[in-house]
């Protein structure tokens, strides 16, 4: 079935450092592709999104873009704030699976002032 | 911004006792989604609907959880009997899903905070 893995983390950065978190998935057809982001104590925030390959998804200077040939969809951000600190994941969903997501294992990123 | 309600935020409760957690979706949309998320298993789908019809139900242990849809407004969650093991964040999430183009993003509510004692 389908499946997204994302890295281990958790993540700890200091204020300004570049992000990468990458995510990497397994599906037949054709996912449309999220970063979703989780702070402490709230449901799930859509952060972007792509839905085709080549396509870059962008909000609050966070970026992935959808690679099929690599199967993957890494989230970047320039220089990252305290602000930032939260759980991210990744995920997919298909209309022939009845858009339901296939999250990955989320990502723990801390970052210290 | 229009937002997915979610009651009752944390709940506390004995084993064996029967626990509903009420979800009010975004007005218009017709797709509702309720997940489960522990630290072991990360978020699991447990069931969604599409125009208040049940899709899918697979991810849920049917002998003691049951998920309806009254009307277009609310989407319940019920466990009964409850088990310790049930214990977790239930979030329920709603979208549209249009007749053509792609997946719609999905909208989460903040969570009912669940455990069994």
């Known amino acids: 079935g389908d499946s997204v893995t994302q890295m281990e983390g958790p993540v700890t950065l200091s204020e300004e450092a570049f992000l990468t978190i990458n995510c990497t998935y397994t599906?037949?057809?054709?996912?449309?592709l999220f970063w979703y982001v989780q702070y402490p104590g709230e449901g799930l925030q859509l952060l972007l999104k792509a839905t085709k390959a080549d396509d870059k998804g962008s909000n609050k200077g966070f970026e992935a873009t959808y690679r099929k040939e690599t199967t993957s969809f890494h989230l970047e951000k320039g220089s990252v704030q305290v602000s930032d600190s939260a759980v991210y994941f990744c995920?997919?969903?298909?209309?022939?699976?009845?858009?339901?997501?296939?999250f990955g294992e989320g990502t723990q990123l801390t970052v210290n002032p | 911004d229009a937002r997915v309600t979610q009651t009752p935020r944390h709940k506390v409760t004995e084993m064996g006792q029967e626990v509903t957690m009420r979800c009010q979706p975004i007005?218009?949309?017709?797709?509702v989604f309720w997940y489960r998320q522990t630290m072991m298993q990360g978020l699991e789908l447990l069931a969604y609907f599409r125009n208040r019809a049940p899709l899918d139900d697979s991810g849920m242990p049917k002998d003691r959880f049951s998920a309806e849809m009254p009307d277009a407004t609310l989407a319940t969650l019920k466990i009964q009997p409850s088990e310790p093991r049930d214990s977790a964040v239930y979030f329920c999430?709603?979208?549209?899903?249009?007749?053509?183009?792609?997946?719609?993003?999905?909208?989460f509510g903040d969570g009912t905070r669940l455990s069994i004692l």
């Open positions: 007005l218009g949309h017709n797709t």
């Open positions: 599906a037949t057809g054709y996912p449309s």
């Open positions: 999430a709603s979208g549209l899903r249009a007749s053509l183009g792609g997946s719609q993003p999905q909208h």
């Open positions: 995920a997919l969903s298909k209309e022939t699976s009845g858009s339901r997501l296939t």
